[in-house]
């Protein structure tokens, strides 16, 4: 595990970015309409890029903190809860779902730090990375939720899509997955508690 560059190194500032992308997110979601509909998405696109690339960097620089550690899975909860949560009220996603995603998320955290508290290492399912694409892809659809013209093909046709459609088969995806992938962590954290 290497500290190069001390805690304010590269990734855990991208980190810290996405967690301050947070209030931002929610603001833009007190209001209605494709304007701050679109600008809710782009904020959440590009907060959910950093999550990629700020692993990237870890990984390529070796640089590894006990804080980004920590702050990385934080942010991603902050990050996709806050939008979540901020869409119950505009009817784009059912507060039950939405309850199971984050009973989902504490439960699991709860699992991993029992875990880790006794020295275990559970490794991590494909299962949960899939869920995490589904759940970003599906509320950027969510925050888009308006009809937008999408251009296509040489002859540039526009072709007009239900972005709250798109959104809600991927979100319908990404909760199979969250409940899943949720079932899948407790069973291994059983077997492996049992022996």
Same mark, same amino acid.
Do not use: C
């Given at each position: 595990?290497?500290?190069?560059?001390?805690?304010?190194?590269?990734?855990?500032?991208?980190?810290? /970015? %996405?967690?301050? *992308?947070?209030?931002?997110? #929610? =603001? &833009?979601?007190?209001?209605?309409?494709? +304007?701050?509909?679109?600008?809710?998405?782009?904020?959440?696109?590009?907060?959910?890029?950093?999550?990629?690339?700020?692993?990237?960097?870890?990984?390529?620089?070796?640089?590894?903190?006990?804080?980004?550690?920590?702050?990385?899975?934080?942010?991603?909860?902050?990050?996709?809860?806050?939008?979540?949560?901020?869409?119950?009220?505009? /009817? %784009?996603?059912? *507060?039950?779902?939405?309850? #199971? =995603? &984050?009973?989902?998320?504490?439960?699991? +955290?709860?699992?991993?730090?029992?875990?880790?508290?006794?020295?275990?290492?559970?490794?991590?399912?494909?299962?949960?990375?899939?869920?995490?694409?589904?759940?970003?892809?599906?509320?950027?659809?969510?925050?888009?939720?308006?009809?937008?013209?999408?251009?296509?093909?040489?002859?540039?046709?526009?072709?007009?899509?239900?972005?709250?459609?798109?959104?809600?088969?991927?979100?319908?995806?990404?909760?199979?997955?969250?409940?899943?992938?949720?079932?899948?962590?407790?069973?291994?954290?059983?077997?492996?508690?049992?022996?």
């Amino acid at each position: 595990m290497s500290h190069a560059g001390g805690l304010l190194n590269p990734p855990n500032v991208l980190t810290l /970015g %996405r967690m301050a *992308a947070v209030p931002l997110l #929610v =603001i &833009l979601l007190l209001f209605d309409g494709p +304007t701050a509909s679109l600008w809710a998405a782009i904020v959440f696109a590009l907060a959910s890029l950093t999550d990629w690339l700020d692993g990237y960097l870890a990984r390529k620089w070796d640089i590894v903190t006990v804080l980004g550690k920590f702050l990385d899975p934080l942010a991603d909860k902050l990050l996709v809860m806050a939008a979540l949560i901020m869409m119950i009220p505009m /009817g %784009r996603v059912p *507060a039950w779902a939405v309850f #199971v =995603i &984050l009973a989902r998320e504490i439960s699991i +955290t709860g699992l991993r730090s029992i875990a880790s508290a006794e020295g275990i290492v559970i490794a991590a399912s494909p299962l949960g990375k899939y869920k995490t694409i589904f759940q970003v892809v599906a509320i950027i659809g969510l925050l888009l939720h308006y009809d937008y013209f999408w251009f296509f093909g040489v002859e540039w046709n526009l072709l007009q899509v239900n972005m709250h459609n798109v959104g809600t088969f991927f979100f319908a995806v990404a909760l199979v997955l969250t409940i899943w992938s949720g079932l899948d962590y407790l069973l291994k954290f059983f077997k492996v508690i049992a022996k």
